[in-house]
């Protein structure tokens, strides 16, 4: 089955920041979950796939289409951060704007997000708070029947009732095997909740983008000394931090000798090991 | 591309009914002043309706969501461009309406009757549309691909530069057409200015929009 998503060597200089050669691939009914700190480069990259910025190297191909293509787009459904819909029209007219643009829209199954989500017809968008918006902005997305969901941001800032109804409704979009979601968030338990694969950038760069249950399977938790650490093989550390009481390290459970008490990670302390922990010398 | 219109329209409905009052109103104005003010600064401030259109999407971000959409470049441009040219024929009707509505008010005894006989609107119609078309077609060819290069924001800057561009262009077209001596000395006669004006300004807007597409970004502020 041809891959959702594929991004080889893309990179995106700017005076301040590069996004540098990023290769990722997300294969066809799966979910990835593109995790980073602000400023890493998770909404340029999410830009760069849609092509509303121009990169300096490397490719993008959507559903096996170069995404310069338009008529990939209507494969194509996007949430992105604030939602970006016309400020000054109503769901309704958002709905018909939509309508008169994707060939596959679906007015009838429009209305009943609309219906689902309990969305007011009438009330203009700049008058929604930030959960309607995304909600609106979520039923805008499916309502063309598209095969690949992109997300940037799109739980961000909304409380975890709301958050949790839209992440069951992304999981149901998923249930169809050619259907697919990139979704970009700072949330990590969100992603860890919905995400097969997860992807860290960090300063512009791709750390890993590896399938979730793989990570947790392959890290574990190790307290102990400094002199613990130091007796293990030095490519069975991926990070250590010092605490007051000793020393916390990520390491990789199959180089570390059996007898020694492992803790279960969490997607959260793979990240927080790769970005703030510090190097076996 | 019929969305983007339709949005367009819904935009100016939801926000912008005043400009579909303001211009017949000031066209009202036009139709008793001896001089051509209220109608060529129509055509100016019907011109604006586009960059009003423009600042509401950027404000909305919907530019970055129009990259999303099955829509070329091209395709968005256009429907901005359809939208202007709808704008001036809302004002080609209306000076047409008034233009109507003067006719009558000349043939019945009021005291309107001879401020209305003396009314640069009365002058000539085909002058008056010709004009109104070139002004237009002037300033939007000339702000549309600024608006697309520079964003909203810095575009109103070069707009306001424009603008005094704009204004001597004018006067010296509207000098030129109302003195027929001069027009004469040139071996213009007016059909044949109100000819080249309507070419010029097809000329100056398909121009305009082959740059405005060139230009187009998505994310304006980038």
Known sequence: MTNALELRGLTKRYSDFTLDHIDLTLPSGCIMGLIGENGAGKSTTIQLILGAIQWDGGTVTILGEDNGAPAIREELGVVLDEACLPTYLNAGQIGRVLGGIYRNWDQALYQSYLKRFELPEKKLFHQFSRGMKMKLGIAAALSHHPRLLILDEATSGLDPVVRDEILDLFLDFTRSEDHSILVSSHIVSDLEKLCDYIAYLHHGKLLFCEEKDALLERYALLKGSMEDLKCLDKSAVAAYRVHAYGVEALVEREKVPAGLTLDRVTIEDIIVFQARGERLS | ?222
Request: hydrophobic share 55%; proline share 4%; net charge positive.
């Open chain 2, 1 to 222: 591309m019929k969305g983007l219109l339709l949005k367009d329209w819904y935009i100016l409905r939801n926000k912008g009914k005043m400009y579909f009052v303001i211009i017949p109103v000031y066209l009202l104005i036009a139709l008793v002043q001896r001089n051509s003010f209220f109608l060529f600064f129509c055509a100016i401030f019907a011109a604006m309706i586009p960059r009003t259109l423009a600042s509401y999407d950027e404000h909305a971000r919907w530019c970055s969501y129009t990259a999303a959409l099955p829509l070329s470049k091209g395709q968005v441009v256009l429907a901005r461009y359809i939208a202007a040219m709808l704008t001036l024929g809302f004002t080609l009707a209306s000076i047409c309406a008034l233009y109507l509505a003067g006719a009558v008010l000349l043939r019945l005894p009021t005291s309107l009757a001879p401020l209305v006989a003396q009314s640069a609107l009365m002058v000539s119609l085909p002058m008056n549309l010709g004009l109104t078309v070139f002004l237009f077609s002037f300033y939007t060819a000339l702000s549309m691909p600024c608006l697309y290069r520079f964003g909203v924001e810095k575009g109103r800057m070069v707009q306001t530069a424009l603008m005094l561009v704009f204004m001597i262009a004018a006067g010296t077209v509207a000098a030129l057409a109302e003195n027929e001596d001069f027009l004469m000395l040139l071996h213009i006669s007016p059909d044949l200015l109100l000819a080249g004006l309507v070419l010029l300004s097809i000329g100056l807007l398909a121009a305009s929009y082959f740059a405005s597409v060139k230009w187009y970004r998505y994310t304006p502020n980038l």
